[in-house]
């Protein structure tokens, strides 16, 4: 899990530096569909460092709930997807 951490850090701190080269593209008065391909760049990004910490929780928190046999735990990081699946949607 430390390997996949790091590289989840990795991924949102080069999202920083790209909203920071946004940021400045528009105190440039930067063309603003250059300025729109980059903040969908960073969504996309974004979008797939969420992914990854998603697949992270369901391989160790989820798991290590399910394989516990405690049915409060499950109950509780099961709730914790539905959650965020809700969110997802909106």
Known sequence: MGKQRAAIVNRLK???GQGR?????VDEGRYCIEVLNQVQ?????LARA???????????CVA??????DGEAQGA???ELIDLIEKVKR
């Open 14 to 16: 080069r999202i920083e």
């Open 21 to 25: 080269g946004v940021a400045q593209m």
């Open 41 to 45: 760049a960073i969504k996309a990004a």
């Open 50 to 60: 969420e992914s990854e910490i998603l697949k992270d929780h369901a391989a160790g």
């Open 64 to 69: 290590e709930a399910i394989g516990s046999g």
């Open 77 to 79: 990081k099961f709730g």
